[in-house]
Structure formats: structure tokens, C-alpha cells
């Protein structure tokens, strides 16, 4: 098969002018490189009318896959559904169901999302939402799709016999497609992974001691890792324009669970051979390092991809508190999210 191209198109009004950098479209670079596409920069397009011509530019252009983030809320503004509805050929509502199906497993409000996917000629377009998290769980959703999409696009899949009573078409939006629901998380398959191997969790607790991401990074270390990612969380001295002198952090007594859990979970994302994660509690300093974590994959676009999943999820999902106290002698609790 000759190389898969792609687009990512960021609908952000505030990103386009400035006000905070694209959060979604470098996950869906990351994302897309890790499975094989050719795939550049984003485009960042304010909301509305604009998207709709850069779409049609990255159709014109022949792209094998455009994906869209941002702007498929309620929002008046929020028109990019509108824009796709505008420039493709015909829907394919099963992809947006999925979606929607894998948002709503850990965030109600994905159901929200007016996101839709179809086809222009022969390019897939997907619309996905514009928070981190709900891209991340699009992506999920997506990784085994998207090959089989391309190359019914271009009449060259060989739709091979399967035994439907056992494992359905490979084209069936059914729960063994992408996550499923366990509780409130999205838990992946080993079989997602082009390797079909999954990775170790080296560590992953919380503690009341000094954390530190070199030791992270090193323990993670393996001879076939092409990439090593680590992050430190580091306590900052302002929130908001006040000035911050600590933070404590306190956790429920299923904080460690969950911690494995998204730890679990990031160890079987694509090339990805080892993790570890750990988050401190307690009194912290400014400056003291509040998550440490590393991966590493065989990629560095894997590795990439695999720890910003894993900081987004823990912040996400680990029942963690933190108290800031500020200059003034007053203090505020805020979830870690």
C-alpha cells in the first residue's frame, strides 16, 4: 500500500488568535504519525465560515484522512459540523455513534457533541471535539478504523470472510471495536496495538516522598526504545493572577488503583514498552515536582503521544486534591484536574 496522508484542522477561535497555543491538533499529528500517516502541522482556523474553505482546500488536496477538532459543541459558534455536512459526499454515522459511545464511558457530556464523519470523494473527514481528553478518547476509537476506511476508499480492501457469529464485520461499530467501559474509564485492548504486545508498568503509586522524573526516565529505559518521554508536574508560585506559596495534596484511599489503572491502560497504546507514573502528596514547596512520569516506545511520536495520554488521564481520573495557599494567609481546594 503506497503512503497514507493526512490533515488535522484545529476550529479555535482563541487558538487562532493567540490566546492559548492548539491543545488538540498536536495530539492528532502525534496520533496519526504513530499509525503510519504522512501528516504535517495543523491548520488553526477561527470558528465558522473559514473552516469550511479549509476543508475543502484539504480535500482538493488529497488527503487521505482530514480531522477536524473543535467546534461540534452547542455553541452558536461551534459550526465545524455544518462545514463537514457542506463538503462531503456522504456521512458515515457510524464512526460519529462510536465516538460519542466511547466520550459518554468516562464524560457524560460527550453526547453533547454534534461531531459527525463521512466521506469526500475518495478522503475519510472525521470531526472530533476540542478538549484533550475527548481527542485522545476519538483517537482511541479510531486507531483500528482508519487503515480499513482508507483502502475501502480507494477499492482496495479484500473484505476478507469472517465467522459473524463470533467476530462480526470489520467494519461493525460494535463494543469490541475501540475502548469499553469499565466503571467510569476507558480501558483499551492489547489487539489494538499494531504489535498486539503490551508494555510494562514499572511503577505506578503515590507517596508523601520527593518524586523525581530522571529516576522515572531511567527506570524505563529498555535497548529497542527509540524514545524515552518523561514529565514533571511542578508546583508553580501563581494561579489565576494570585501569588501561590504551597499547595498539600490529599488523595481518597483509591487514588493508587486508579493511578494503576491509567498506567495499565497507557502501557498498551501503540509501541509503547514501558511506563511508569508517580504522584506525590503532602505539603509541596514551589517548584517541588508534584507528578513524575516516563515512557518509552519505540517511536518518539509514540512516546509523545503515549505520556500526554498518560498526564491527561491522571489528571482526569486520579482522585486527587490539592489545597493552594496563597500570599494573603487564604487558601482554596480544587480537584487536581
Known amino acids: ?30 496520533e496519526l504519525s504513530a499509525l ?23 480535500v482538493a488536496a488529497g488527503y487521505d484522512v482530514v480531522i477536524t477538532t473543535g467546534g461540534t459543541g452547542l455553541n452558536p459558534t461551534d459550526t465545524t459540523p455544518e462545514a463537514t455536512r457542506a463538503v462531503i459526499d456522504a456521512e458515515v454515522p457510524g464512526i460519529a455513534e462510536a465516538l460519542r459511545a466511547a466520550g459518554r464511558a468516562s464524560v457524560p457530556t460527550a453526547a453533547l457533541s454534534r461531531g459527525i464523519a463521512g466521506r469526500a470523494g475518495a478522503t475519510l473527514v472525521v470531526n472530533l471535539p476540542g478538549s484533550p481528553g475527548g481527542v485522545r478518547d476519538g483517537m482511541a476509537v479510531l486507531a483500528p478504523l482508519l ?9 482496495t480492501s479484500d473484505h476478507p470472510a469472517h465467522d459473524h457469529s463470533t467476530s462480526g464485520d470489520p467494519c461493525d461499530m460494535s463494543p469490541g471495536i ?9 480501558v483499551g485492548h492489547a489487539h489494538d496495538r499494531p504489535d498486539g504486545v503490551v508494555g510494562d508498568v514499572l511503577r505506578a503509586t503515590v507517596t508523601d516522598e520527593a518524586v523525581s522524573v530522571a529516576e522515572h526516565e531511567e527506570l524505563v529505559s529498555r535497548a529497542a526504545a527509540g524514545a524515552v518521554v ?6 508553580r508560585d501563581h494561579d489565576h493572577g494570585r501569588t501561590v506559596t504551597l499547595l498539600e495534596y490529599t488523595a481518597h484511599p483509591d487514588a493508587a488503583a486508579v493511578l494503576a489503572e491509567v498506567a495499565a491502560d497507557a502501557a498498551q497504546r501503540p509501541g509503547v514498552l514501558a ?31 503515549a505520556c500526554g495520554y498518560l498526564v491527561d488521564e491522571v489528571k482526569r481520573r486520579i482522585p486527587v486534591w490539592k489545597r493552594q495557599v496563597f500570599d494573603d494567609g487564604t487558601d482554596e481546594w480544587v480537584n487536581c484536574a
Open 230 to 235: 518523561g514529565f514533571g508536574g511542578a508546583v
Open 178 to 186: 475501540g475502548p469499553i467501559s469499565h466503571g467510569s474509564r476507558a
Open 1 to 30: 500500500m503506497t503512503a497514507r496522508t493526512a490533515h488535522v484542522i484545529t476550529a479555535s477561535t482563541r487558538a487562532a488568535n493567540g490566546v492559548y497555543p492548539d491543545r488538540g491538533g498536536p495530539i492528532v499529528v502525534a
Open 275 to 305: 511506563v511508569a507514573v508517580t504522584h506525590r502528596l503532602g505539603e509541596l514547596k514551589i517548584g517541588d515536582v508534584a507528578l513524575a512520569c516516563a515512557v518509552s516506545a519505540a517511536h518518539r511520536a509514540e512516546a509523545f503521544a
Open 36 to 58: 503510519g500517516f504522512t501528516v504535517g502541522e495543523p491548520t488553526v482556523v477561527a470558528d465558522g465560515p473559514d473552516v469550511e474553505q479549509v476543508l475543502r482546500d484539504a
Open 147 to 155: 487503515s480499513h476506511a482508507v483502502e475501502q476508499l480507494h477499492g
